[in-house]
């Protein structure tokens, strides 16, 4: 599958390379978040890479609905639990990384499961700065430079069918929301899975941005500046 190659199984436990996160993030998700670079002292393991490495080892269900508890670091060893509507995915130190709860009919197909993980890990990565930012603009509010904290909370999908495999993301700005509550937000950005043509599902990504400060455009151009700075250094 296409994600096999940015994680490591053995037996029913697996684990994550900071070479393997960090490759994922930057040449799938297009995601340049420095916590995802070899030599960030913040480092961990892309939400996305969790979402793609359990429906490569579960498969993908009709509904799914995914909770991040905690950061995984490339120290973290992640135990793989027997398939069941819910799963826990804790790590060898007794710690809960991930949880998934999942219903209805479920499909293994690689083509199907590829496509929606790619669809889904490039929009999600790449909402910074595109989404994120007007959002935020919209309510009067940005990151602090000093110290940007925006955590992925969990995420939703709901699929309605696995015939049509080309899968598709559209992101939909009608039903994505921000809310703002003084120096916190919480923000959900909506779409919908598409193939032929045809809405064959949706699913939200939940976000939770703290520290937030008064709007200041010459301050966000920096941030943005910057992101694009460490896109274009990588890319050389």
């Not at 398939?83 to 009919?105: F, I, P």
């Not at 197909?109 to 595109?130: C, K, M, W």
Request: charge should be negative; aromatic fraction near 10%; glycine fraction near 6%.
């Amino acid at each position: 599958m296409l994600i096999d190659q940015y994680y490591n199984k053995d037996d029913d436990q697996v684990t994550f390379t900071r070479q393997q996160s960090s490759d994922f993030a930057k040449q799938i998700a297009g995601d340049f978040n420095p916590l995802h670079d070899l030599d960030s002292k913040r480092f961990c393991v892309p939400g996305d890479l969790l979402f793609a490495m359990v429906l490569a080892q579960y498969g993908a269900s009709k509904q799914m609905h995914f909770t991040f508890s905690s950061m995984v670091t490339d120290e973290v060893r992640l135990l793989l639990p027997e398939e069941c509507a819910l799963l826990t995915l804790n790590g060898s130190n007794d710690r809960e990384y991930l949880t998934v709860k999942q219903s209805g009919d479920k499909s293994t197909n690689a083509t199907l499961i590829d496509n929606l993980v790619s669809s889904y890990v490039r929009f999600s990565g790449q909402a910074f700065p595109h989404i994120l930012i007007p959002l935020m603009e919209q309510q009067g509010v940005m990151i602090n430079p000093a110290r940007p904290l925006v955590m992925y909370q969990s995420m939703l999908i709901n699929l309605q069918r696995f015939d049509l495999v080309e899968i598709e993301l559209q992101f939909d700005q009608e039903k994505t929301r921000f809310d703002c509550n003084d120096k916190r937000g919480n923000i959900c950005l909506a779409f919908n899975l598409i193939a032929h043509g045809q809405i064959i599902g949706h699913g939200e990504k939940h976000m939770v941005v703290s520290g937030l400060k008064p709007f200041e455009k010459d301050a966000v151009d920096g941030i943005i500046a910057e992101y694009n700075q460490w896109k274009k250094d990588y890319q050389g």
